[in-house]
């Protein structure tokens, strides 16, 4: 699989660290609006699990740094801190990150 394989609506990858993130939001491009939407969707996502990795490794500095970014305006270099801290890679998750998960995580 490509390095920048594009992610589908609901996948679920893992963290670098190996902890699974909640599934990947609804991707919807058939209008201006629905595209806006979708991007809106995908950075609240990433800020919200970028907080959650800092959360479960105990990491207080990232954890600070997390809480000043602001998923209505995220700049490219705040894309590739939270890409970086949650999969280890500026450019975002890799095949690494793309495990299918245990069926027992659903029952």
């Keep these: 699989m490509a390095?920048?394989?594009?992610i589908g609506s609901?996948?679920?990858?893992?963290?670098?660290?190996?902890?699974?993130l909640s599934p990947f939001p609804t991707i919807n491009?058939?209008?201006?609006?629905?595209?806006?939407?979708t991007l809106a969707r995908v950075a609240t996502w990433l800020?919200?699990?970028?907080?959650?990795?800092a959360r479960a490794t105990r990491d207080d500095w990232a954890a600070t740094l997390l809480r000043?970014?602001?998923?209505?305006?995220?700049s490219q270099s705040?894309?590739?801190t939270?890409?970086?801290?949650l999969f280890g890679d500026v450019d975002g998750p890799g095949p690494e990150?793309?495990?299918a998960p245990h069926p027992s995580l659903f029952e």
């Design 3 to 6: 390095r920048n394989a594009m």
């Design 10 to 20: 609901g996948e679920r990858l893992r963290s670098k660290t190996r902890r699974w």
């Design 29 to 37: 491009t058939h209008t201006e609006r629905s595209t806006r939407a």
């Design 47 to 53: 800020v919200e699990e970028a907080r959650a990795e």
């Design 68 to 74: 000043g970014c602001n998923p209505r305006n995220l």
């Design 78 to 80: 705040d894309m590739d």
């Design 82 to 85: 939270l890409n970086h801290f």
């Design 97 to 99: 990150h793309r495990e």
